[in-house]
C-alpha cells in the first residue's frame, strides 16, 4: 500500500510566475490575467501542434487543461503522441505551433517550469549501483541537499510507498513491482505539485499492476495531487481516473475530453460491479471512434 506521510497539496505554494511558450507570433495566445492559485489551471495547451525532425507530425491542434485535484488518463492508440504531448507539459520538449503555459508554476529563464512536476516513466530507469535511499536521493542531491539534510524526506518517501525497510537494497534485488515503487518514491520526494505517469505499469503482471494501481489512487487520495496517467488500457483508464481524454491516431490530437464519476469506492467490489462495467464500455466506445470504428 502506497501511503503518504505529508500532505503536498497542503503546503503554501509561493506566487507563480505566469510564462506563455508560444511556437509562433501568430498563434493564439492564452488569457493570462492572474487569478487566485485555485481557480489557475496547472497547463494550458492550446492548439499545440509538434513536428520532428525526420518530418513526422506527431500532434496536430492539441488543446487540453490540467485543473488541480484532477486524476487524467491520457488514452490512446500506439503511435498516437500520449508519451510525447506528456513530454511538452513536463517542459521537456519544445513545440513547433500553437502554446503552452504553466501558470501556477515557478518559471526559469528559458521560459519553462522550474521544478513542481515529476515523471514517472515506463521503465523504473533506477541506478543499479545506488541502493534504494540513493535512488531516490537522486533529485535532491540535484537540487544541492546532503544526504543528511535529505534523509527524512527520503525515508518519508519509501513509507509513503511501502519501502521503508529497503533502503539499503539494490535494485537486483527488488521485484518489478518494487523497482516501480522505488521510482514513485523517487517523483514523490520533491513534493511536486503535477505528478506525470508514462504507462509505469504497463510490463507488469495483472496482480502486481492492480496494486499498484489502488496504491496510485490510495496516494492520489491522500495528497491532493494532480496526476496526468498515460495509457492504452481502457480498463486502467476507467478504473483510475476522474477525467479521460482520448487522442486519435498520429497526428495525435483530443478525440474526446470528459469526467468519470462513480457512486462506488473505486476498489474490489467496483472492479466486479456493473458501473465499472458501464464505463469500460463508455470508454471503449471512445477509444473505438478515435480509431476509426475499428473494434478495441
Known amino acids: 500500500m502506497i501511503r503518504f506521510a505529508r500532505t503536498c497539496a497542503g503546503r503554501p505554494s509561493p506566487d507563480a510566475e505566469l510564462s506563455m511558450v508560444t511556437a509562433e507570433p501568430g ?4 488569457s493570462t490575467a492572474r487569478s487566485t492559485p485555485s481557480s489557475r489551471p496547472l497547463v494550458a495547451m492550446d492548439a499545440v501542434s509538434k513536428v520532428f525532425s525526420n518530418g513526422t507530425l506527431a500532434l496536430s491542434g492539441m488543446s487540453m487543461t490540467v485543473r488541480p485535484g484532477e486524476f487524467i488518463s491520457l488514452l490512446g492508440p500506439s503511435g498516437c503522441g500520449k508519451s510525447t504531448a506528456l513530454r511538452i507539459i513536463a517542459g521537456l520538449g519544445g513545440i513547433s505551433e500553437g502554446s503552452i503555459d504553466w501558470p501556477s ?3 526559469n529563464a528559458r521560459g519553462l517550469p522550474d521544478g513542481d512536476i515529476s515523471f514517472v516513466f515506463q521503465e523504473p530507469t533506477l541506478m543499479p549501483w545506488q541502493t ?3 535512488n531516490v536521493y537522486l533529485p535532491l542531491r540535484l537540487k544541492g541537499l ?3 539534510a535529505a534523509a527524512d524526506k527520503i525515508y518519508a518517501a519509501l513509507e509513503s510507498v511501502g519501502l521503508e525497510d529497503f533502503a539499503d537494497a539494490y535494485p537486483r534485488e527488488l521485484s518489478g513491482g518494487m523497482k516501480m515503487r522505488v521510482s514513485i518514491a523517487r517523483a514523490l520526494v520533491t513534493e511536486p505539485k503535477l505528478l506525470l505517469m508514462d504507462e509505469p505499469f504497463a510490463a507488469l503482471d495483472e496482480i502486481t499492476r492492480q496494486k499498484l494501481n489502488d496504491d496510485v489512487l490510495a496516494l ?5 495531487i494532480t496526476v496526468i496517467f498515460v495509457t492504452h488500457s481502457v480498463y486502467e483508464s476507467a478504473y483510475l481516473a476522474n477525467r479521460i481524454v482520448v487522442m486519435k491516431a498520429r497526428p495525435g490530437r483530443v478525440h474526446a475530453d470528459f469526467p468519470l464519476h462513480t ?3 473505486r476498489d474490489v ?3 466486479t460491479s456493473e458501473e465499472y462495467r458501464q464505463a469500460c464500455a463508455d470508454v471503449s466506445a471512445k477509444l473505438s471512434e478515435a480509431m476509426g470504428g475499428e473494434e478495441h
Open 132 to 134: 534504494v535511499f540513493g
Open 220 to 224: 492520489w487520495k491522500a495528497t491532493g
Open 105 to 107: 508554476f515557478r518559471i
Open 27 to 30: 498563434s493564439t495566445a492564452l
Open 269 to 271: 467490489r467496483y472492479r
Open 263 to 265: 457512486s462506488l469506492e
Open 146 to 148: 546532503s544526504k543528511k
